[in-house]
């Protein structure tokens, strides 16, 4: 079965400055890729979403690359502010077949004022 | 994209016995998932849970602890059965927002279990 893998686990950044995270993902047949916010208490929420088809995406500050080669797939946020600090999740699935959702283990980001 | 209410919130039980979970969608749905997240964990996927037929259940977990139902395209249920410690979690339940669309999977808001 699918399996995603994700780094760095924390990440630590001053406001303003850029932050990427990482994922690599094991099933080729994998084809939607979404990242997901998690603040506190509170429930994952979709930030952007990539399909196959593509290798990039954006939307404002936040930026999402797909490498189907080398089946990784990583997330940009630019210009940092302290209220992007949260867990991020990234996760693949296969639209084509089960649609289950497989999250990588999650990057806790630290925007620094 | 699709509106989830999930309940109970939370909820503290004594070990041994069970809790019903309850997710209704505001819109019929095809997949409906339940998940797991343990404190400071990852979401780990329970089941996909099918209308007209059996949960399909991923590797460690089984229906006999977690039953699923699925009566309609808008509303399933899980429960957790004979419980321990261990099962102290938040229970998700997430939908499929839709083929072709930009709707991605839409979470609801969680049951945070507590065994004692």
């Known amino acids: 079965g699918e399996n995603v893998e994700q780094h760095p686990s924390t990440l630590s950044v001053q406001e303003g400055d850029s932050a990427v995270i990482k994922c690599t993902y094991s099933?080729?047949?994998?084809?939607?890729f979404p990242w997901y916010k998690q603040e506190l208490g509170k429930r994952p929420q979709l930030i952007i979403d990539?399909?196959?088809?593509?290798g990039e995406k954006k939307d404002q500050r936040i930026a999402v690359t797909l490498n189907k080669t080398a089946k990784h797939f990583s997330l940009h946020i630019t210009e940092t502010q302290p209220e992007d600090s949260a867990v991020y999740f990234c996760?693949?699935?296969?639209?084509?077949?089960?649609?289950?959702?497989?999250f990588g283990s999650g990057t806790r980001l630290l925007v620094r004022p | 994209s699709a509106v989830i209410s999930q309940k109970p919130s939370r909820d503290i039980c004594q070990r041994g016995t069970s809790l019903t979970i309850q997710c209704q969608v505001d819109?019929?749905?095809?997949?409906m998932f339940w998940y797991r997240q343990q404190p400071g964990q990852s979401l780990t996927l329970i089941a996909t849970?099918?209308?007209?037929?059996?949960?399909?259940?991923e590797s460690g977990f089984v229906i006999d602890k977690f039953p699923i139902s699925r009566p309609n395209l808008t509303f399933s249920t899980l429960t957790v059965s004979n419980m321990s410690p261990e099962d102290s979690s938040i229970y998700l339940c997430?939908?499929?927002?839709?083929?072709?669309?930009?709707?991605?999977?839409?979470f609801g808001s969680g049951t945070r279990l507590t065994v004692v």
């Open positions: 819109s019929q749905v095809t997949m």
């Open positions: 996760a693949a699935s296969n639209e084509d077949s089960s649609y289950k959702l497989i």
């Open positions: 849970a099918n209308q007209g037929s059996e949960a399909t259940y």
């Open positions: 997430s939908v499929e927002g839709g083929r072709g669309g930009n709707y991605g999977y839409t």
């Open positions: 990539i399909r196959s088809n593509v």
């Open positions: 099933d080729s047949a994998s084809n939607y």
